[in-house]
Structure formats: structure tokens, C-alpha cells
């Protein structure tokens, strides 16, 4: 473990409340991502970023936003505008954008009430 | 459109036996392949992928462009092959796309 990690681990929030979670990797990789967990889903991309200061949206980017203005970080910002934000959140990142392993974090889970 | 596709989202299968699980894909191109695996309390983690041909505890994938499939198979499964399975592509777009994933349970 380690390389890659996620914080907090738990949190909870009322809904209406925009809402940051971190991740932040010492792998000195270029592209980092987030996927969202839902049971019977699987993961879902929400954004990617190949590289310091330009980030993709993925296949589920509504109601989210990110940044990536540091190459071991790349925070996620859930906002208001997210219909069904409960979820459990995993960030990961890759050597390169293409064709390489991904290094999972150790997830964060976010419950809005 | 692409697309991956798990169909089991359960299997439990006897200790000893072989175990098999299921991946297709559509597309029309060469993806690059791998098959993720989450441990109980454990991060997600690859287990392989196509390209590097190897054989990681017990486990092997074939791809059969034909059937446009990527299935995991072990021959005489084990307690602690217990976890969730993920297969995953690349269809060269830069990110991975996941199936829904298969639970596998084996059974003492």
C-alpha cells in the first residue's frame, strides 16, 4: 500500500453542500483518475487528467469538477448539482494515459443525507 | 458503441474446481486487456493483463477475437481467490472502460 492515497476515508455531508475529496499520489505519475463504485455498476469514470493542468471529463462528469494543478494531486470536487452523489469514490493513477496499469487509492466513501 | 460485458455478477464455485469468468467485449479494433481483482478490505489491484501473457496466482486470459472475449479461468480454485473481478479495456482512448464485475465466492 501506500503511493497513492485518499482522504477521508468516510464523509457525510447534507445535501446542498459542495464537497472535496483528495487524492494524492508520490508515484510521480502523469495521469490520475476518478471512478465512481455503485453495487452492480461497476466503475464508472468521472474525470481524467493525462497531464498538469488540463483534465477530460469521463463518462459520468455531470455535477462534478475537478483540478489538476499539481502533478500529485487531483482533488474532486462533488457539487450540489449531483443528483445521487452517495457513493464510493476511487482515485487512481497511471505511469502514462495509455495501456498501463492503474495503482488504485484506497477509496473515499461520501454519503449525503 | 463500446462496450464490456460481465454477465455473471455472482459465481460461487467448490474449492478444487475450475473456475471460469466471463468477459466480452464490443469492438471492432485490438484492445489492450486486463482483468482487476479487489480483495476483502484491499485495494483494487491489477491481477494481469493480455499483452504480458503472464500466469499471476494460478490465473490465465485468453482473448478470442472471434467471440470478442477475455475470460479469466483457474484450474482448481482456492479459498482466497475469494473477491470481486473486474475486467477492464483500452480501447486506445486513454482511460479504461469496466465491466460491472463478478463476485466470486469459492466454496470450502
Known amino acids: 500500500d501506500g503511493g497513492i492515497t485518499q482522504s477521508p476515508k468516510y464523509l457525510f455531508r447534507k445535501e446542498g453542500q459542495n464537497v472535496t475529496l483528495s487524492c494524492e499520489q508520490n508515484?510521480?505519475?502523469?495521469?490520475m483518475y476518478w471512478y465512481r463504485q455503485d453495487p452492480g455498476q461497476g466503475l464508472r469514470l468521472i474525470y481524467y487528467?493525462?497531464?498538469?493542468?488540463?483534465?477530460q471529463k469521463g463518462d459520468i462528469a455531470e455535477g462534478y469538477s475537478v483540478s489538476r494543478e499539481k502533478k500529485e494531486s487531483f482533488p474532486l470536487t462533488v457539487t450540489s448539482a449531483q443528483k445521487n452523489p452517495t457513493a464510493f469514490y476511487l482515485c487512481?493513477?497511471?505511469?502514462?494515459?495509455?495501456?498501463?496499469?492503474?495503482?488504485f487509492g484506497p477509496g473515499t466513501r461520501l454519503t449525503v443525507t | 458503441a463500446q462496450r464490456v460485458t460481465q454477465p455473471e455478477k455472482l459465481l460461487s464455485v467448490f474449492k478444487g474446481a475450475p473456475v471460469e469468468l466471463k468477459c466480452n467485449y464490443s469492438?471492432?479494433?485490438?484492445?489492450?486487456l486486463f482483468w482487476y481483482v479487489q480483495y476483502s478490505r484491499q485495494r483494487l489491484q491489477l491481477l494481469l493483463r493480455?499483452?504480458s501473457r503472464e500466469s499471476i496466482k494460478g490465473f490465465t486470459a485468453d482473448l478470442n477475437k472471434g467471440e470478442t472475449s477475455f475470460h479469466l479461468k483457474k484450474p482448481f480454485a482456492q479459498e482466497e481467490d475469494s473477491a470481486m473481478y473486474y475486467c477492464?479495456?483500452?480501447?486506445?482512448?486513454?482511460?479504461?472502460?469496466f465491466g460491472t464485475g463478478t463476485r466470486l465466492t469459492i466454496i470450502p
Open positions: 487512481a493513477s497511471s505511469i502514462r494515459p495509455t495501456g498501463d496499469e492503474q495503482y
Open positions: 508515484l510521480n505519475h502523469d495521469a
Open positions: 487528467s493525462q497531464i498538469v493542468n488540463d483534465f
Open positions: 469492438y471492432s479494433g485490438s484492445p489492450e
Open positions: 493480455h499483452i
Open positions: 477492464a479495456l483500452d480501447f486506445g482512448n486513454e482511460k479504461l472502460t
